[in-house]
């Protein structure tokens, strides 16, 4: 059984991989900069399109999905029905203050709605390659383990978009809900997928998350 999870596991990742390296190939043939490119007009699109094409069905996106422990989450960007995925897209366009911290949200929600679906969850975030060197969250698409309350705790130097000079602080800002999770995994795992570069200026890092087994009160 462990060994047949595994196999899941592996063949899942390389159809991940696989389409947002199309999805990037994609992408670029449309001529745009990195900083021209934008994740709703740009990235969910050509990468829903490649998804349908590779796993042979249609897949979802937006998609809601309630939960108790995190009220008002909103939409997942993308959902794969075989195998069951959920993925979260970012594009962080602006040089003027990058947007990766934004993922912190994304990785708690999936990390939630996935334990709670039987799906694997994935975060696939693009920013130039300076902004990368910079994120205050860069660490969240390492391989290893972060812990979710300390990531949220974060200080925003310069602060973010909507002002908060925490990550959790903008985030529930800027957030329609206004909310954040009440409770959460005590640790995510995080495991690399992908790093693709974009015209070779910006890069997008694609990685499984999944939470563990301890829920911690917010």
């Known amino acids: 059984m462990k060994a047949m999870k595994s196999h899941m596991i592996a063949r899942t990742d390389a159809l991940v991989a696989g389409a947002f390296a199309l999805t990037m ?42 939960t108790d422990l995190f009220p008002g989450v909103g939409p997942v960007d993308l959902v794969i029905v075989q195998p069951p995925v959920l993925i979260e897209l970012n594009w962080s366009h602006d040089e003027s203050r990058s947007k990766i911290f934004e993922s912190v949200r994304d990785a708690i929600k999936l990390s939630i709605l996935a334990a709670e679906r039987g799906s694997f969850a994935y975060l696939a975030t693009g920013a130039s390659l300076g902004a990368w060197e910079e994120s205050e969250s860069r660490d969240l698409f390492e391989e290893g383990e972060v812990e979710p309350s300390e990531l949220w705790q974060r200080e925003l130097d310069p602060p973010g978009p909507n002002d908060g000079t925490t990550v959790g602080e903008d985030l529930v800002r800027g957030s329609p809900s206004e909310s954040g999770p009440r409770e959460a995994p005590g640790q995510i795992a995080v495991t690399g997928v992908a790093d693709l570069c974009y015209r070779n200026e910006y890069l997008l890092k694609v990685v499984r998350v999944a939470g563990s087994a301890e829920m911690r009160e917010w």
């Not at 745009?32 to 979802?60: Q, W, Y």
Request: hydrophobic share 30%; no cysteine; net charge positive.
């Open 25 to 66: 190939k994609q992408l670029e043939a449309l001529g745009a900069s990195g900083n021209e490119v934008r994740e709703k007009n740009d990235l969910a699109p050509t990468a829903k399109r490649v998804f349908d094409r590779l796993a042979g069905e249609r897949s979802l996106g937006p998609k809601t999905y309630g």
